[in-house]
């Protein structure tokens, strides 16, 4: 229903709204938490606050470790493969709060049948320690723990998505060969689209049983992307040598710019 222009910006645009509503929420905090620890005893806050946080990670270490089997149990799986406890603990680790627990905190009444709301303060405290710590914590070592565990993409996901981008390609050159047969097309162009599909297919097949790709192929397109971005940083440059010699129109500066910054995004993915 949409075209492709229309769904970039659209993503743009609830990532952006997105990120404007948290960057208020913490604003927000941010403004309320000197009025908050006005006056406030920090000892037995900060205890609570730890032990809460202490109750997140136990939590939904517990849960992972128990729900997805219990799931399982109720609904067995169409063959996809059981998570390991590996990754099972990068999940509990990477429970961090955010938005949703600042809001919450946030939404509770100043005052509640005339009287001060009992321990707003304390609440909105606790809560802001322990997103804050949640954050941090979790978000410094992910990393260092997925390197330690060994985990990165999951096998299975990749092998799917391997499979489905060369059936596209199989599809995409079908279709080549049929607009072959019903117009002289030239054969540059011919061999041109070919060439670009079958490349893609050598490239990924080695991914649908899990084999290495001994032809290098994959280390050719990683080469070939690095290439790319060197090439698009070039362009960058040149472009806006055009800009400042008034040799192009701030209008058309932009429009190139969006398209080299497109093509940047893709080879980023």
Same mark, same amino acid.
């Not at 710590?133 to 997925?146: C, E, H, Y």
């Given at each position: 229903?949409?075209?492709?222009?229309? $769904?970039?910006?659209?993503?743009?645009?609830?990532?952006?709204?997105?990120?404007?509503?948290?960057? +208020? &929420?913490?604003?927000?905090?941010?403004? %309320?938490?000197?009025?908050?620890?006005?006056?406030?005893?920090?000892?037995?806050?900060?205890? =609570?606050? *730890?032990?809460? +946080?202490?109750?997140? /990670?136990?939590?939904?270490?517990?849960?992972?470790?128990? +729900?997805?089997?219990?799931?399982?149990?109720?609904?067995?799986? $169409?063959?996809?493969?059981?998570?390991?406890?590996?990754?099972?603990? /990068?999940?509990?680790?990477?429970?961090?709060?955010?938005?949703?627990? &600042?809001?919450?905190?946030?939404?509770?009444? &100043?005052?509640? #049948?005339?009287?001060?709301?009992?321990? $707003?303060?304390?609440?909105?405290?606790?809560? =802001?320690?322990?997103?804050?710590?949640?954050?941090?914590?979790?978000?410094?070592?992910?990393?260092?723990?997925?390197?330690?565990?060994?985990?990165?993409?999951?096998? *299975?996901?990749?092998?799917?998505?391997?499979?489905?981008?060369?059936?596209?390609?199989?599809? *995409?050159?079908?279709?080549?060969?049929?607009?072959?047969?019903?117009?002289?097309?030239?054969?540059?162009?011919? #061999?041109?689209?070919?060439?670009? =599909?079958?490349?893609?297919?050598?490239?990924?097949?080695?991914?649908? #049983?899990?084999? %290495?790709?001994?032809?290098?192929?994959?280390?050719?397109?990683?080469?070939?992307?690095?290439?790319?971005?060197?090439?698009?940083?070039?362009? $960058?440059?040149?472009?806006?040598? &055009?800009?400042?010699?008034?040799?192009?129109?701030?209008?058309?500066?932009?429009?190139?710019?969006?398209?080299?910054?497109?093509?940047?995004?893709?080879?980023?993915?």
């Amino acid at each position: 229903m949409l075209s492709p222009t229309s $769904r970039l910006r659209t993503l743009g645009f609830w990532e952006a709204l997105t990120f404007l509503l948290e960057s +208020v &929420l913490f604003l927000l905090i941010g403004l %309320q938490l000197p009025h908050i620890t006005h006056g406030l005893s920090l000892g037995r806050p900060l205890v =609570y606050a *730890a032990a809460v +946080v202490v109750a997140l /990670v136990a939590v939904r270490m517990a849960w992972m470790f128990t +729900v997805p089997s219990l799931v399982r149990l109720a609904r067995p799986s $169409r063959g996809e493969p059981l998570q390991t406890p590996a990754e099972l603990a /990068v999940l509990g680790w990477s429970g961090m709060r955010g938005g949703v627990s &600042l809001a919450a905190a946030l939404a509770l009444p &100043l005052t509640a #049948d005339g009287h001060a709301f009992p321990d $707003r303060a304390n609440i909105t405290f606790i809560a =802001y320690v322990a997103i804050a710590a949640t954050l941090v914590i979790p978000g410094l070592t992910l990393s260092s723990v997925v390197r330690r565990l060994g985990l990165g993409e999951e096998e *299975a996901v990749a092998r799917e998505e391997a499979k489905a981008r060369v059936a596209l390609a199989h599809a *995409a050159l079908g279709h080549i060969e049929e607009m072959a047969e019903r117009e002289e097309l030239p054969q540059p162009l011919l #061999d041109q689209l070919r060439m670009t =599909y079958e490349l893609r297919i050598s490239r990924l097949e080695p991914r649908l #049983d899990g084999r %290495q790709d001994s032809s290098g192929a994959a280390q050719d397109a990683q080469r070939a992307r690095e290439l790319r971005r060197e090439l698009i940083g070039t362009e $960058r440059r040149r472009l806006a040598e &055009l800009r400042r010699r008034r040799q192009i129109s701030a209008h058309s500066q932009r429009q190139i710019e969006h398209e080299l910054d497109l093509e940047e995004s893709r080879l980023a993915q």
